[in-house]
């Protein structure tokens, strides 16, 4: 832009002072900006030097210009932004079954912490670049496929692979943003599961009929989660050690039936032996149909979409990966 505007400066300052005609005036600011030397197309007039000389100093600071912002790019990390930037592009194209985190705010960084943990692939959208830098210690060393763009926008959702995503959490400030993005990624990706944040009940059945699996309140949930330390302390003590809050943190894990081995299919819960294989116990059921059961008998035998939920230690589950997943 700065170069298009010297060169119009410098031929219209030509034309007007020295009555050159347009491929003249062309000629002499092009051997005035580039400096080569070439002889004038007829002697100047003492108003053609003095706006010869105003011109080149004038070229001389852009070209000054040019150079700090090259230098910019070059030392103070902007190509390598880019670069990087340019590579996060590629590795995004190669993932598949990730997990796609909407707004890096307080919501949006606990669940991505959540899901690292238990090893899904992440990519992050997020607007603030200054955000992402605030949060790289949190980050630690881990890569983390990053997207700086408007979450609402089709192409920055499809930068992300929404259509080679398994879920999707839009936890971003706006209730309206975040029925945008909900919107916009069912219809690119009507397979993906979708968790939305809202912070008011009017938003959740918005949300709702946008195409969201799930809605989570976290004012809501604060709230009730303080009135049930008061009336119910152990119990959320409890429930803080499954969520990872407390010191000895617990996790709660799925085994669906397909997911077991071979030879453990069609074998009662009792016939697993769960507890004493592993240390984890098994707390509920979920049966093919969909309902849920607390506590499922011990002669109960586990078919084809059926699915147990599990209680345990990090090592605990770990151990029912290795004993029982195949």
């Known amino acids: 832009m700065l170069s298009i505007l010297s060169m119009g400066i410098g031929m ?14 062309f000629y002499m600011t092009v051997i005035t900006i580039s400096t080569t030397g070439f002889e004038e197309v007829k002697p100047l007039s003492e108003r053609g030097e003095l706006f010869v000389s105003l ?4 070229n001389l600071v852009v070209v000054a210009y040019l150079v700090s912002v090259l230098t910019q790019y070059l030392f103070d990390g902007e190509l390598r932004n880019l670069f990087k930037m340019f590579m996060t592009d590629q590795e995004i194209r190669h993932i598949h079954g990730h997990v796609i985190v909407c707004g890096f705010g307080r919501n949006g960084s606990k669940a991505y912490h959540e899901l690292r943990a238990n090893g899904a692939k992440v990519v992050i959208i997020e607007q603030s670049q200054e955000l992402m830098r605030a949060n790289a210690e949190a980050l630690g060393n881990s890569a983390v496929p990053v997207v700086f763009g408007d979450a609402t926008a089709d192409e920055t959702l499809k930068q992300a692979g929404i259509e080679r995503a398994s879920a999707l959490i839009s936890a971003l400030p706006k209730d309206a943003d975040n029925v945008f993005v909900t919107l916009t990624a069912r219809g690119l990706n009507p397979q993906l599961k979708i968790i939305a944040r809202a912070s008011l009940k009017t938003s959740e059945s918005k949300l709702l009929r946008a195409g969201a699996d799930s809605v989570v309140m976290p004012d809501e949930i ?18 803080e050690m499954i969520s990872g809050l407390g010191p000895n943190r617990l996790r709660l894990e799925e085994l669906a039936y397909q997911d077991l081995r071979p030879e453990l299919r069609g074998r009662s819960i009792r016939e697993l032996d769960v507890r004493s294989r592993t240390g984890a116990t098994v707390i509920g059921l979920k049966d093919s149909a969909g309902r849920f059961e607390v506590s499922p008998a011990a002669d109960f035998r586990p078919a084809p979409g059926d699915i147990l939920l599990l209680l345990g230690t990090d090592e605990q589950i770990l151990r029912v990966v290795q004993e029982l997943r195949r």
């Open 55 to 58: 011109y080149i100093l004038y």
């Open 12 to 25: 219209a300052g030509f034309m007007l002072i020295e009555g050159y005609t347009w491929l003249q005036a």
């Open 222 to 239: 604060g709230g009730s989660h303080m009135a049930n330390l008061v009336m119910r302390p152990e119990v959320i003590r409890f429930l």
